[in-house]
């Protein structure tokens, strides 16, 4: 089964415009936390965010942030005012401690920014 | 720039033979992850190792071993290569041997084309 869900493999969004890209997981360890990376086309893997399972409030990492839906198991990334840098492709991640904490990866969602 | 470096950034080489890809984790970090990104697989996890000692290993190949040196610095060695292979592989860092906040940094890649 399917641990990390990324449901949209493509999105086009207006430059400026507020971008929510989709993210759900599924575990049943209390204990997690969820990452979200960029890779521009440049093929680097750039982290952006972290957000932990016990986290009372949800991440933000300046135009970044994450809508940490736990009863839903959802983590969406939010990036507000977007530009055109932000076109890349978008990898939600787990790491629980019953998988070793080894980073578990989502197919990810494919974002391009319209001028 | 993560501080993570790897070398060749790109690699052609043919069927049948042995390649040796290199990284320089980020200064102070004690882990080494390999990951192999193919277009229909996804990201991948390989191995890992910390502090010198194989820590976890993911989808690694038997045609594939790794080592981690004294120094930190990590290869992977790819031998009897196959087309399938071609991918692009990443190296990433992390302060730690695991745990759920242990953010992995990624080097900008290896690209090896098997021809």
């Known amino acids: 089964a399917q641990k990390i869900t990324q449901t949209q493999p493509g999105m086009f969004v207006q430059e400026k415009e507020a971008v929510t890209l989709d993210c759900t997981y599924d575990?049943?360890?209390?204990?997690?936390?969820l990452f979200w990376y960029k890779q521009p086309s440049s093929g680097e893997m750039i982290f952006l965010i972290y957000q932990g399972s016990y986290d009372q409030q949800n991440a933000t990492e300046g135009r970044y942030s994450l809508n940490f839906q736990k009863a839903r198991k959802s983590a969406n990334l939010v990036i507000s005012a977007s530009q055109l840098g932000d076109s890349a492709m978008y990898f939600c991640?787990?790491?629980?401690?019953?998988?070793?904490?080894?980073?578990?990866w989502g197919a990810g969602t494919k974002l391009i920014i319209k001028p | 720039d993560s501080g993570v470096t790897q070398t060749p950034k790109h690699l052609i080489t043919a069927t049948g033979q042995r390649v040796t890809l290199r990284c320089s984790p980020r200064s102070g970090d004690l882990s080494v992850y390999w990951y192999q990104q193919s277009l229909d697989q996804g990201l991948q996890f390989l191995i890992h190792?910390?502090?010198?000692?194989?820590?976890a290993k993911g989808n690694i190949l038997e045609r594939f071993s790794a080592q981690q040196f004294p120094d930190l610095h990590s290869e992977l060695n790819l031998s009897s290569l196959e087309l399938g292979d071609s991918a692009l592989y990443f190296c990433?860092?992390?302060?730690?041997?695991?745990?759920?906040?242990?953010?992995?940094?990624f080097g900008p890649g290896t690209r090896l084309t098997v021809l």
């Open positions: 575990t049943s360890d209390p204990s997690y936390g």
């Open positions: 991640a787990m790491r629980e401690e019953r998988s070793n904490y080894q980073l578990i």
């Open positions: 990433a860092s992390s302060a730690r041997g695991g745990g759920l906040t242990d953010t992995q940094y």
């Open positions: 190792y910390y502090n010198g000692e194989e820590r």
